[in-house]
């Protein structure tokens, strides 16, 4: 008999304190209820039947994690129709509720339906289940549409691919708490369930065979949790953050569709490391339930934030997928290392890592990439193709980790034989702390980056309500919901701080608790920016710790401050960002304490720095905790980081002028000093170089007053080393002559009163200066006898290099003419032709043969001229 | 060929325009045998760096003028290396400490000792050494010049060249016979400029002259650059010749124009962005201050000149020791800012109340 599923599919929890009432039994977490009047009618085949709510599921789950355990990569489970009859009491549900027909089937991978159609279905039938079998009274009764955030709940899917969410109930009393992926015995007692089991085990041998077929492997053996108890009592010192270790896909933590997300990723690698393309069978589920999907993803995104992009699922030519590398960021703590390891084991890999405390050289790197992907007999090491994690990545040098991207763009060669590229043929899942690692910048655009959510509090209130119960420790919920808040929902330092506890044998609510448990965590530079100029949440429920309180929110920024450490590039932040924030106060008194805050802080540190009194140092986290009080406001806009361009560009001038001062003529730099020159000489000295006297008429036509002044401009410009520079601009393809150094940048501001425009300095002038410039340190450099050698070598690359210039190189035309005019020997005197013919001058022209040419630019055959070296010498 | 301000440079003490007594005193003082350490003050473009050419032309002779540029390297301490540019003729050497920032220690220290250690080989009793830019030295390399300062005062004589007088510890001031040159007054700009101009061969009308020499506000530098930028901009000179002024002094006038216009912290976001860029154009915060000052107390009742006067003068002390000056320069314009905005409020209630 088939049993409807209706919608809405929550029923409010009243119903079920009436029945409750009613002494009626209850059959598990979950009420189904008919409504006839739904019009929307879906039917459902398999639905589980959550009788004893958790006590079933956690058992079907068990099957679920053995198959997961061996690495099967298609895993598909399910499969126990349960069937029950149930002989209603005679009241009204109990025509509908009595013939139950519901076949339970839990599809655990990644899109839930993707493999049914390989699955095979089995059914076993648990018929007569008696009514008096106890039933726990359950609060928690919810049947949920979309992933519920916080609190434990379980997926399934219904025939036709929609997902529900079952809530699940938080076990509280020991009995009912089951061991993480375990089976209690104590559940033997339902009738039927051994032949589910079976039946169950039969279906994963079968499903074993088909596997090992496509690829041999053999069995991990997965530590057992049953003999755990014992092993307990041998080993007392097994971290519990080991032995509580997630398990399986399902046990993780993390969000489970941040799971899917990766498990998605790496499955899109089936095609070309199993040979199974499993993006057509995605899409071909994906067409059947289009319209569903479409749903979820409408459902889900109006209650979740994604923390991932959508992935590019598309293939390269070679069968793997486009995006090569997943890069899962996330504080400590949130499970990521654990959820990497177990998807890649889910998927049928062989986990090879490497993390910070490995060698991480560039060298050792290669290799232990090249190793884990590359070589043949590494990867099918242990009869499963290898999947790398690179944990820890943000801490590699920038270096290796190019390694990495250099592999992943395929931009990789094998080292001799240059032609062939190296390929990735295995996945690769790196994982990090930080996203913003400057070493990271080029490999996150090749990736598939996942932000790890925070996890849940419930979620992990109920594990740690696992664990302490198991270890009998025995802490209620108020304790753990305190932990999870200390520890920022890290599950790691939850369990290590539960461990802690249990070997000192202390009570949690001793003052010790304050203490263990807390984090000494560093926040990022923005998230403490953050919490300077953004006032704290106000909680929901009041107790001692609610932030919104002044000593908290004192101590709780010095906490973070002193926790970030560099107290100076904080404070740039603050003071680039303190003017954004919103005032009342007419006379900017707030603005003003703020400042006599920021110069206290400066003296405190140029003090500090002066005389090296550190201990001066512990009173600078004080302007933070001043700042926030000061500025924090509940909307802050966004916080931008201190503007270094300026820095730069200061350095810039700088070095400029110091360079320009040192080859300025030593008569004029004598009385110069940096300052002097960018306050008073270089404006000047811009508009004397640049005179509104000379007319830009051609050189004939000149005055002898021009032809001064043009004489005058080049001898200052040689003077303070300045020179005209021929640029094209990239735009336009005009030409333009540009000072170098840029005196026009280094003194010309942006003013708002609209200065009568000068005549900007015409072309022609500047070309003549610029030629003039050039014959007149040529002939400077004449007197001095070296540079002529010099300048002759230079001298075949002139045509060259200036191919296309045509104003330039008719300038350079008429200095290669004196230059050849004024060629001269070692020792300055003008080379004589008879010289030529004598023994020595041969002897010196072939010693002297040193004519480099080198072929700089342009088209070679453009301009091919023949120059003999008795030319040159 | 060189700029004016080179070219009609005086050479000497006798040919020095202005200050002529205090030519005579030095005439005087180098003739004695006791030439003491110099500290030369006075603010810019008065004429410090003519005047110590010329005494050491004097001191010297011509010789003195033949300068070589010269790179100098220093170990410091640390191992670390350091290079500055020194002028130097066979009598005396020029260098700018500050040039080397923090670390100008290590170079008063060696570089005296360096020159110090070798006694020169002509008549001359002692060598010269020309420090520039005095103010700007830390209180560490200042304190280290003291004790070397008498320490080998037998082989060379020191001339401390500084823009003022309140940066240079006492200890050093005591050391030194101070020499104020001050700035040319306004009548004494003009006749240099006259004197340029008749040499140049220009012909310079009188009210140029005196709107140059306004505009220069007593710098002899500025004036004479002035007036050769206003000849290459147009000659033969014109009723109203605009005078080329720097930019930086137009940008300044106009960032306080925008500070009184209206006093909120957005708008002193804006000013911070001028700020910014005129630091980053390295222009030095003092003259930042300065100008800014000078302009802004224009718009000031008299009561308020005092107050905003004593908080330039407090942000400006405090900017001298910490390295970002934008703040405090910041932290003037916000107290201004709130000082005038409460006194224009305070004065519209009244008139208010008035009517």
Known sequence: MDFDLMEPLSYDDGEDEENVKSGRKRFGTVNIEETSRSSKRQRCQDVKSYKYGTVEITEIEDVVVEDEGDGSSNVQVSESDLRSQFNGDGEKAGTSRSAMGASVKRNLSMSSS??????????????????????????????????????????????????????????????????????????????????????????????????????????????????????????????????????????????????????????????????????????????????????????????????YLPLNEEYDEGGRPNIKVALLAGDPGLGKTTCAHIIARHAGYNVREINAS????????????????????????????????????????????????????????????????????????????????????????????????????????DRLNEVSDREKLFLDSKTLQNLCHKSECDIRSCLSTLQFLKRKRCSPQDALFAQVGMKDKSKGIFAVWNDIFTLPEEKKYHDIHDPIKPEFRFRNILKTVQNFGEYQKLMGGVFENYLNVKYRDSYMQTVIEGLEWTTWFEDIREYVERTQTYGMFGYLPMYFVMSHFLYARRDMSRIVFPNYELVLKLNKIQSAIKTQITETSIATARFLDPYMLITDVYPALLSIIQPGTIRPVPTQIWTDKEREILQNVVELMLTFNISYTQTKNPETGAYAFVLEPDLADMVKFKLQESVVSKKPFPYAIKQLVSREIDTEKLRRNDTVPDVVQKETFKLPETPKSNVGSTPKSKALETLNKTMVSVARDFFGRPILAAAETSPEAEAKKKSAAAVYFRFKEGFSNAVRRYIKIRDLA | MSMWVDKYRPRSLDELDYHKDMAQNLKHLVKSPDFPHLLVYGPSGAGKKTRIAAILRELYGPGADRVRIQRQAFDTPSKKKIEITTYSSNYHIEVNPSEVGFQDRVVVQELIKHVAETHPLDQHPFKVIVLQEVDRLSKDAQDALRRTMEKYISSCRLILCALSTSRVTPAIQSRCLPLRVAAPSKNQIVKVLQIVSKKEGIIMPLELADRIS???????????????????????????????????EKYLRETAFIIVQEQSPQRLLLVRERLYELLCHCIPADLIFRGLLKELVKNCDNQLKAEVCAEAARCQWRSTRGSKTIIHIEEFVAKFMAIYKRFIEQAMMADDFDD
């Open chain 1, 114 to 307: 993707s493999f049914r159609g390989a699955s095979t279905s089995s059914s076993s039938t648990i018929r007569d289940i008696p009514l008096e079998e106890e039933a726990p009274t359950v609060r928690y009764r919810r049947v949920l549409k979309r992933i519920p955030n916080d609190i434990p709940y379980l997926p399934l899917t219904c025939e036709d691919g929609s997902r529900l969410y079952l809530r699940l109930k938080p076990t509280d009393s020991l009995e009912d708490t089951s061991k993480l992926g375990t089976t209690s015995s104590r559940f033997n007692i339902l009738p039927g369930w051994n032949d589910i089991k079976n039946e169950a085990r039969i279906l994963k041998d079968k499903f074993h065979k088909e596997l090992a077929k496509t690829v041999e492997r053999d069995v991990v053996s997965r530590p057992v949790d049953e003999n755990n108890e014992n092993e307990d009592s041998k080993v007392p010192d097994s971290l519990w953050v080991e032995k509580y270790k997630p398990r399986s896909f399902l046990d993780l933590l993390s969000q489970e569709d941040v799971n899917r997300a990766l498990l998605h990723w790496v499955k899109l690698w089936d095609k070309s490391v199993f040979g199974v393309d499993y993006l057509a069978k995605v899409k071909a589920t994906r067409e059947k339930y289009a319209k569903l999907e479409a749903q979820e993803k409408e459902k889900n995104e109006k209650y979740h934030k994604k923390s």
């Open chain 1, 358 to 461: 490995d060698d991480r050289s560039i060298q050792a790197f290669r290799k232990f990439i090249d190793d884990t992907t590359q070589s043949r007999s590494e990867i099918f090491q242990d009869g499963r193709p290898n999947c790398l994690i690179i944990d820890e990545i943000d801490g590699a040098q920038t270096d290796s980790v190019n390694v990495l991207v250099e592999l992943v763009t395929g931009n990789a060669t094998e080292s001799g034989k240059k032609k062939i590229k190296k390929v990735l043929r295995r996945p690769i899942i790196c994982i990090c702390n930080d996203l913003y690692a400057t070493s990271l910048k080029i490999l996150k655009k090749y990736a598939f980056v996942i932000q790890f959510p925070q996890i849940g509090v419930p979620r992990l209130i």
């Open chain 2, 214 to 248: 306004d505009s220069a506000d007593g710098n002899l530098r500025r004036a004479i650059l002035m007036l050769e930028s206003c000849r290459a901009e147009k000659y033969p000179f014109v009723d109203k010749q605009p005078i080329v002024e720097p930019d930086w």
